[in-house]
């Protein structure tokens, strides 16, 4: 009698390895109920519980989220809520299908599926950008619930981590501001990055260790004088930085992930061969990591000091309102205004620098509340030396038409395109 065939032992490790490319690619939530219904968790009566649950939780969110009369929002409804419960489910059962399965047998089907929802209201709350001057300028809830209905667990995890993150920067700047008796208003008012109060914060910590004990954030003039103070006694800088004195224990990490970026700049700073107007130019590097009060004396001064460096004979520029003198900060150059007017269209802070963050939160407010170009014209027309009104009107509305469809697209999710054109046409830096 003829044996049959048995696998050779090359055959096995092949066999093996076709094995390990298997993927369940089912959702969580299918998986749960399946385990549930094999191992005796989930008996008829469950199934039919959820079998009279599940159409309902369908229409409703079908409804919320459009119509509950098209099939194709009912279909996207069933995926909406599948993904929910498959959320809900992995979050609280750490991926665990017999307590998932205990936690559809125990719990209604559409509780399972408002925990879910409950999950994502709660990470769309949270702040999306550490930027304080685009406080209240969230995206619309439903948009972002739309989207965030059908995206991964592993996606909500990484955003959670990131938004986590963003939201202890915040309370870490707003504790260090506090410290220097700083308003908050002013944070607003400014726009600064919770990351560059924070970088200010070490700077002055390790430049002036009383300067907590005088309670004054630093404008330009009183910084330069720290800082010149500490290149006379010729210090080296230091191997590591002190946390601020009373620092919370909760808020530690969120200030020490920028102690090696405020060390890398220590060196820059003491050296007496780098000058520090350099160093501090508004629209510089150095500058945008680092958040300094405005100065307006101090810009007044720089201004005569220009108009004093006039040839002989030369007639001088029209003047230019205080407003202007002390929102431009002298940078006139095409990057810099282009920028200040996107600002004053969008309604947020006046700024001639945006770091990439801001520039982000700025496309997302824009897409939500809209431009408003006048705003920008009649800024120029009020504000605007007179010799250059025109030009500068001319500069922004070309901008404007060109730029206008892309800031306001809507099938730009992931805001590549407005970025590159924010980039290119205005300052935007890392």
Avoid at 16 to 29: M, T
Avoid at 122 to 131: G, K, Q, V
Avoid at 381 to 400: C, E, K, M, N, S
Wanted: glycine share 4%.
């Amino acid at each position: 009698m003829t044996q049959p065939d048995t696998p050779s032992s090359d055959a096995q490790p092949v066999a093996a390895a076709n094995a390990l490319q298997l993927h369940d690619a089912r959702p969580f939530f299918e998986k749960a109920l399946v385990y549930g219904v094999q191992h005796g968790f989930i008996d008829a009566d469950r199934l039919a519980a959820i079998n009279t649950d599940a159409p309902k939780g369908m229409v409703q969110i079908a409804r919320y989220f459009g119509s509950e009369f098209l099939r194709p929002e009912l279909e996207k409804a069933r995926d909406r809520m599948v993904n929910l419960i498959s959320l809900y489910l992995l979050e609280t059962t750490d991926g665990d299908l017999a307590k998932a399965a205990v936690s559809l047998r125990d719990n209604s089907f559409l509780s399972r599926s408002k925990g879910g929802s409950d999950m994502l209201k709660r990470l769309i709350a949270m702040p999306e950008s550490s930027n304080f001057g685009m406080a209240g300028y969230a995206d619309a809830e439903t948009q972002l619930l739309a989207v965030w209905s059908l995206r991964s667990h592993a996606d909500y995890r990484a955003e959670l981590a990131r938004r986590s993150q963003i939201a202890q920067a915040i309370h870490a700047a707003q504790w260090l501001a506090e410290q220097f008796d700083l308003d908050p208003d002013e944070l607003e008012a400014a726009g600064a990055d919770a990351e560059a109060v924070i970088r200010t914060g070490l700077l002055m910590v390790a430049l002036a260790p009383r300067s907590m004990d005088l309670g004054e954030w630093p404008n330009t003039v009183a910084f330069e004088k720290w800082v010149l103070a500490q290149r006379k006694k010729k210090l080296a800088a230091p191997s590591q930085l002190r946390l601020p004195s009373g620092l919370p224990v909760e808020l530690r990490e969120a200030v020490q992930a920028h102690c090696a970026s405020v060390l890398a700049d220590l060196p820059k700073v003491l050296d007496a061969a780098t000058p520090l107007r350099t160093l501090l130019r508004p629209t510089g590097a150095f500058r945008a990591r680092y958040f300094l009060l405005d100065d307006p004396l101090a810009e007044v001064d720089s201004f005569h000091r220009s108009l004093d460096a006039l040839d002989e004979g030369e007639e001088p520029p029209l003047p230019a309102s205080k407003t202007w003198t002390r929102t431009t900060q002298g940078n006139d150059d095409e990057h810099s205004l282009l920028t200040l007017f996107l600002c004053l269209a969008a309604g947020v802070p006046k700024k001639t620098l945006l770091t990439e963050k801001t520039a982000a939160s700025l496309v997302r407010k824009v897409r939500k509340a809209g431009l408003q170009p006048q705003l920008a014209t009649d800024f120029i027309r009020a504000h605007a030396p007179g010799v250059h009104q025109q030009d500068y009107i001319t500069l922004w509305t070309g901008f404007f038409q060109d730029a206008e469809n892309t800031l306001l697209s809507d099938m730009d999710y992931q805001l590549h395109d407005a970025l590159a054109l924010l980039r290119r046409e205005c300052n935007v830096v890392g």
